[in-house]
């Protein structure tokens, strides 16, 4: 009778044991660890106008935002683009940046806590390490020249989205739709560029956000 009456325990044990192993084979499909590859088509690269970040964020203290920088477009980020439908983010993993690296990307990036946020939300779906993923947004951010009425701009200007998106393509010797220009009501927010992974320059697909005013304000650097 003992053994009767251990038998359903015995099954239950084993049927807990069989939902776990499950619970924790389905966390690593949907959250892969670092370095796991994840499906995307290309790159693209997230540069944010500075003024105007920082005149909707006026308590802002870092280094993009501190009065005589005269900070224009910083790197935002490398996100892992598709070429249709939502992009991937926050694919698990996310392995605190070592301090080296934060160090040498505070040249690119306005502040750690905000590499810290690129590598969790973007840079764990690219199938790179930390060192790799944020040496290849270096490379990527190097690799786009701005335009010379960009380099020193001392007073606002209103410009057409289009013309600024093509003054960006001739600059860089890119396809006319490499580009698309981010904004909020009229003001110039920043600027994409659409990368392939070895980070040539591409036509950007409808699954890219673009600015719907056919003219933006951008606000000179300070």
């Known amino acids: 009778m003992a053994v009767l ?19 924790a084979i389905a966390r690593k499909r949907h959250h892969p660890t670092e370095g796991t590859s ?4 290309y790159y693209l690269l997230s540069l944010s ?28 980020g490398l996100w892992p683009q598709a070429q249709s439908g939502p992009p991937p983010e926050d694919c698990g993993g996310a392995s605190p940046v070592s301090q080296q690296t934060v160090r040498r990307m505070l040249a690119y ?5 905000l590499i810290q946020h690129e590598w969790a939300k ?8 930390p060192d790799d993923y944020f040496a290849k947004a270096e490379e990527a951010f190097k690799a786009v020249q701005v335009p010379d009425a960009f380099k020193s ?16 393509a001739r600059a860089n010797h890119a ?12 003001e110039l927010v920043g600027v994409e560029a659409c990368m392939a992974k070895d980070l040539q320059f591409q036509p950007c697909s409808q699954s890219v956000r673009e600015c719907v005013a056919n003219e933006v304000q951008v606000l000179p650097p300070k």
């Open 122 to 129: 973007h840079g764990t779906c690219s199938g790179l390490s």
């Open 38 to 41: 994840v499906k995307f088509d």
């Open 5 to 23: 009456r251990n038998k359903p325990i015995t099954i239950g044990v084993a049927f807990i044991t069989l939902l776990i192993s499950s619970a």
């Open 175 to 186: 396809p006319d739709s490499a580009f698309r220009i981010s904004c909020h009501d009229s």
């Open 109 to 113: 990036f306005p502040s750690a806590s």
């Open 153 to 168: 701009l001392s007073q606002q200007r209103n410009v057409g989205s289009h013309d600024l998106e093509a003054d960006f």
């Open 49 to 76: 106008w500075a003024p105007s970040y920082c005149a909707d964020h006026p308590n802002d203290n870092s280094t993009e935002c501190r009065p005589g920088q005269h900070k224009g477009f910083v790197l935002h």
